[in-house]
């Protein structure tokens, strides 16, 4: 059973361009939670997803942000326009219902 | 609202000295409690976890305790070694989901 698959696992982008960010929860977990780790600190709560529906997106910034969990295939994370400050560990976590989270290795994204 | 506070760090040590790491928590009931470790470049791998008061989690040689009284979750282990280096995070789920609240982390350097 392969754990939570991110890719890819570093992006770089410049200013303006768009981010995809893919995540394959565990084989079995329904939810899906993104987080984002900025540079010395904690992880951040952004969303959290079941298939086809966004549950609770209170961490997402309110624009250039989106995220997704198709029927089929991975959960994507994408940010529009991206800035500096965009820059960050953006770690996927995958559940059963009312299990542990586990994580994926995360991808870090560079905008220069 | 829950939160979660840890002790900062870097926290030093040289190899098989007994480490803690403290954690305090505010929270609504009584939600379960995890340790989370991030070894350099990789994601956050669940390392502890203990679901009700009195409950002790352990792994790897490491426990911590789910001190209701005290609100109290501190990491602990008795002889540490250079692989043990790493960022431990505190975490609690809140609103009833595996939506974590991280604590901002504990860098651990141990050096032999």
């Known amino acids: 059973n392969a754990g939570v698959m991110q890719n890819p696992r570093h992006l770089v982008r410049r200013r303006g361009q768009e981010a995809r960010l893919r995540c394959s929860p565990m084989?079995?977990?329904?939810?899906v939670y993104w987080y984002r780790q900025l540079p010395e600190e904690g992880l951040k709560f952004m969303v959290y997803?079941?298939?086809?529906?966004?549950?609770?997106e209170s961490g997402m910034p309110k624009e250039r942000f989106s995220a997704e969990f198709p029927k089929e295939g991975p959960s994507i994370l994408r940010i529009q326009q991206v800035v500096r400050g965009d820059s960050a560990a953006y770690f996927c976590?995958?559940?059963?219902?009312?299990?542990?989270?586990?994580f994926g290795q995360g991808t870090r994204l560079t905008v220069v | 609202g829950d939160s979660v506070t840890q002790m900062e760090g870097p926290v030093t040590l040289s190899e098989e000295a007994f480490l803690t790491i403290n954690c305090t928590y505010t929270?609504?009931?009584?939600?379960?409690l995890f340790w989370y470790v991030q070894y350099p470049g990789e994601g956050l791998q669940l390392l502890l976890k203990a679901t009700k008061a009195d409950d002790k989690g352990s792994n790897k040689g490491f426990e911590a305790t789910y001190r209701k009284e005290t609100t109290s979750f501190h990491l602990e282990k008795g002889s540490v070694q250079v692989s043990d280096s790493a960022v431990y995070f505190c975490?609690?789920?809140?609103?009833?989901?595996?939506?974590?609240?991280f604590g901002t982390g504990t860098r651990l350097q141990v050096f032999p």
């Open positions: 976590a995958s559940s059963p219902p009312q299990g542990a989270a586990f």
């Open positions: 975490a609690l789920p809140i609103d009833g989901t595996d939506k974590l609240i």
């Open positions: 997803l079941q298939k086809e529906n966004i549950i609770d």
């Open positions: 084989k079995g977990h329904s939810h």
């Open positions: 929270a609504t009931g009584y939600p379960s």
